[in-house]
C-alpha cells in the first residue's frame, strides 16, 4: 500500500507534471494528475472537493492555475476561491503554483 498521495489539480500548465513526479518517487507515492486546460481557479478548486477529501497530512495537494483569470482581469476571485479551498482543506498538504 502506497503511504503518501500527491494530487495535482490544474490548468494547462499542469499538463505532464503528474508523470514527471512519478518518475522521480520512489512506490511510497501515489501521483494522480487532474488537468483541465482553459480553466478557472474556482473551477480547478471546486472539482477537487471530492478527490482530496480523503487525504491526510501525510499528503499533498498541488494546485497549478490563475492564467485564465488573470487573462480575464479576475485575479481577485481567483485569490478569493484559493483562500477558500485552502480553510476547508486543512486537512492536507497544499502546494500552490499560480501565476
Do not use: P, R, Y
Given at each position: 500500500m502506497k503511504k503518501h498521495k500527491i494530487i495535482i489539480i490544474g490548468d494547462s500548465h499542469a499538463r505532464g507534471c503528474t508523470s514527471g513526479i512519478k518518475y522521480n518517487l520512489d512506490e511510497d507515492f501515489e501521483v494522480q494528475g487532474f488537468v483541465d486546460p482553459g480553466t478557472g481557479v474556482e473551477i480547478i478548486?471546486?472539482?477537487?472537493?471530492?478527490?482530496?477529501?480523503?487525504?491526510?497530512?501525510?499528503?499533498?495537494?498541488?494546485?497549478?492555475?490563475?492564467?485564465?483569470?488573470?487573462?480575464?482581469?479576475?485575479?481577485?476571485?481567483?485569490?478569493?476561491?484559493?483562500?477558500?479551498?485552502?480553510?476547508?482543506?486543512?486537512?492536507?498538504?497544499?502546494?500552490?503554483?499560480?501565476?
Open positions: 478548486t471546486n472539482s477537487a472537493k471530492v478527490d482530496i477529501e480523503h487525504l491526510t497530512k501525510q499528503d499533498v495537494t498541488v494546485v497549478w492555475g490563475g492564467s485564465k483569470d488573470m487573462g480575464k482581469n479576475e485575479i481577485k476571485n481567483g485569490i478569493k476561491c484559493i483562500q477558500n479551498f485552502v480553510k476547508t482543506n486543512s486537512h492536507t498538504g497544499i502546494i500552490l503554483i499560480e501565476v
